[in-house]
């Protein structure tokens, strides 16, 4: 994406799609099919549909994205067909597009305010999944009900750099290869220094030690024990400070 001194995103609500953004994004896109075929005196135009305004389907694309509404709830009025908005976006994420506006925008994030590569952190979170889906999964926090696991990797600064779908009941080691390499940006264009990776205990043991080696990290995992020890601790310091905070209370 190209940079832009009249990047203004304050002009327009959370779910549109700036002039700014659309300059950025329009690039990125496939080219549209020619509906002429044939050369010189033999070319024609061969009909079919007409193409659709892809500034009005990007737009709708990023409404239903941001407000997580149903393809057929999206206002017509301003958007267009839902079908049709649904159709360019089967399209244009099997051409990646998505993906390259991604890396665009880790790029110019980068170039701005810089991506902290030193320090990296990886979890995942589970959420509700009420319409099913390929990447979902009874969820154990959630009386078996269908649900989806996001695992994700930030910067230093909490800034997402990949993420990856699942079911709800994959552990989350089992994701973190897979998260790890869902970075979009090339891995040349990535500092060659060893990186710090913070993971909770759930990622402890040798299979995410050897994924977060191959990768060029060094693995920041707490200990289950002392983490377990430090807990009671700190439990235990607690109700000491609350009996001392009754026994220094007048009568």
Not at 82 to 87: C, P
Not at 115 to 128: F, L, P, R, Y
Not at 131 to 160: E, F, I, M
Request: contains cysteine.
């Amino acid at each position: 994406m190209k940079k832009s001194s009249e990047t203004r995103y304050a002009d327009v609500a959370s779910w549109e799609l700036s002039d700014s953004l659309w300059a950025r994004i329009e690039p990125l896109l496939p080219r549209a099919s020619s509906r002429y075929r044939g050369r010189g005196q033999q070319r024609k135009n061969i009909g079919g549909r007409p193409a659709a305004d892809r500034r009005k389907v990007m737009s709708g694309i990023l409404y239903v994205l941001r407000t997580g509404c149903q393809w057929n709830a999206l206002p017509q009025a301003t958007y267009g067909s839902g079908k049709t908005a649904h159709r360019y976006f089967q399209r244009w994420v099997r051409a990646g597009v998505f993906r390259r506006m991604w890396a665009a925008g880790l790029s110019e994030y980068d170039e701005l305010k810089g991506i902290a590569w030193k320090w990296q952190a990886a979890d995942g979170v589970m959420t509700k999944a009420p319409l099913g889906g390929q990447k979902t999964g009874p969820n154990p926090t959630d009386r078996g009900k269908q649900g989806t696991k996001r695992s994700l990797l930030v910067d230093a600064r909490g800034a997402p750099l990949g993420v990856v779908v699942s079911g709800a009941n994959t552990p989350d080691g089992q994701l973190l290869e897979a998260t790890l390499a869902s970075v979009p940006l090339e891995r040349s264009l990535r500092p060659a220094a060893i990186h710090n990776l913070s993971l909770d205990k759930g990622y402890q043991g040798a299979p995410s030690a050897s994924v977060a080696q191959a990768y060029g990290y060094e693995i920041h995992v707490p200990d289950k024990a002392n983490a377990k020890k430090n807990a009671s601790a700190g439990r235990a310091g607690a109700k000491r400070g609350a009996g001392s905070s009754k026994s220094s209370m007048p009568g």
